[in-house]
């Protein structure tokens, strides 16, 4: 039984990978399908950023360019760790609650500025202080037990702070505190995390990595979700060149929301159907 009618799973992918989900979303919208009139959104990573915008009402038009905050202090990334961190989770299939846990250790120890730094900088891309009326998710997951948890307007923290714990990937930001604990980037378990959206009969899953990592990851995500139609919808090869070979790399992000705004062109047939009606195929 479907107790949601349509549902965004919007995954990671970076800086560069929020640029092109912003630019799909506004391209998208632009032809007629509004992903913000989603009755539940699943932000994980960068997802969270431009799922934030989508179901606070805010035009994903705003971030065509980067939005900084005042101040406009960049990320202090601890490369060793994050090459640390890379290492762990490229072998953690025999253990993954351990490599989660070692991640988690990885977060704390490494350098990468103060908490309140990494808060301001999503606060500016989010564009938003508070949780919307409608449903948000935001994915974390625990820095010291390595658990996966969600984040929504009944979880007692701030709509920035719970977008900075939920992008907070180790080695490039900060765990973030949020009651009592230490939360980090929700993609460490899954990078789309959209078994979330069981329940709904439309699911439309954005996933701006899916070149990068085998499809079964995602399948098994979908069999979970059990939605009647699913659409995913990933990079297609101009934008996997617009990327460029880093998802962090900030000089990417014009270039990216620009391949999403003119992918969007080719996308919004297919989606309109499944959004208005329900039906379609991935």
Same mark, same amino acid.
């Given at each position: 039984?479907?107790?949601?009618?349509?549902?965004?799973?919007?995954?990671?992918?970076?800086?560069?990978?929020?640029?092109?989900?912003?630019?799909?979303?506004?391209?998208?919208?632009?032809?007629?399908? @509004?992903?913000?009139?989603?009755?539940?959104?699943?932000?994980?990573?960068?997802?969270?950023?431009?799922?934030?915008?989508?179901?606070?009402?805010?035009?994903?038009?705003?971030?065509?360019?980067?939005?900084?905050?005042?101040?406009?202090?960049?990320?202090?990334? @601890?490369?060793?760790?994050?090459?640390?961190?890379?290492?762990?989770?490229?072998?953690?299939?025999?253990?993954?609650?351990?490599?989660?846990?070692?991640?988690?250790?990885?977060?704390?120890?490494?350098?990468?500025?103060?908490?309140?730094?990494?808060?301001?900088?999503?606060?500016?891309?989010?564009?938003?202080?508070?949780?919307?009326?409608?449903?948000?998710?935001?994915?974390?997951? @625990?820095?010291?037990?390595?658990?996966?948890?969600?984040?929504?307007?009944?979880?007692?923290?701030?709509?920035?702070?719970?977008?900075?714990?939920?992008?907070?990937?180790?080695?490039?930001?900060?765990p973030i505190?949020?009651?009592?604990?230490?939360?980090?980037?929700?993609?460490?378990?899954?990078?789309?995390?959209?078994?979330?959206?069981?329940?709904?009969?439309?699911?439309?899953?954005?996933?701006?990595?899916?070149?990068?990592?085998?499809?079964?990851?995602?399948?098994?995500?979908?069999?979970?979700?059990?939605?009647?139609?699913?659409?995913?919808?990933?990079p297609d090869?101009?934008?996997?060149?617009?990327?460029?070979?880093?998802?962090?790399?900030?000089?990417?992000?014009?270039?990216?929301?620009?391949?999403?705004?003119?992918?969007?062109?080719?996308?919004?047939?297919?989606l309109r159907?499944?959004?208005?009606?329900?039906?379609?195929? @991935?």
């Amino acid at each position: 039984m479907h107790t949601l009618d349509r549902a965004l799973a919007l995954g990671a992918g970076g800086p560069v990978g929020a640029a092109w989900m912003a630019g799909l979303a506004c391209g998208l919208r632009r032809g007629g399908v @509004d992903l913000g009139e989603a009755d539940l959104i699943v932000g994980t990573s960068t997802g969270a950023i431009v799922g934030a915008v989508l179901a606070t009402g805010q035009d994903p038009g705003r971030l065509a360019t980067p939005v900084t905050p005042a101040d406009g202090r960049p990320p202090q990334v @601890d490369g060793r760790r994050l090459g640390e961190a890379f290492a762990v989770l490229g072998d953690a299939a025999a253990d993954p609650a351990e490599a989660w846990r070692r991640v988690g250790r990885i977060a704390l120890a490494a350098d990468t500025g103060p908490e309140q730094a990494h808060v301001a900088r999503m606060r500016a891309l989010a564009g938003a202080d508070h949780w919307p009326d409608r449903q948000l998710l935001i994915t974390v997951m @625990d820095a010291e037990t390595g658990e996966p948890g969600v984040f929504d307007r009944a979880g007692g923290a701030p709509l920035p702070s719970a977008v900075a714990a939920g992008t907070a990937f180790p080695g490039i930001y900060p765990p973030i505190t949020l009651n009592g604990r230490r939360y980090m980037d929700g993609s460490l378990r899954s990078a789309t995390n959209a078994r979330l959206a069981a329940g709904a009969r439309t699911l439309v899953v954005i996933d701006p990595q899916a070149h990068l990592f085998p499809r079964e990851l995602l399948h098994q995500e979908l069999a979970v979700a059990a939605a009647h139609t699913v659409v995913t919808v990933e990079p297609d090869p101009a934008s996997i060149r617009a990327f460029g070979p880093n998802l962090n790399d900030r000089t990417a992000w014009e270039p990216a929301y620009g391949a999403g705004l003119r992918q969007a062109a080719d996308e919004a047939g297919r989606l309109r159907v499944a959004w208005e009606t329900g039906t379609g195929t @991935d």
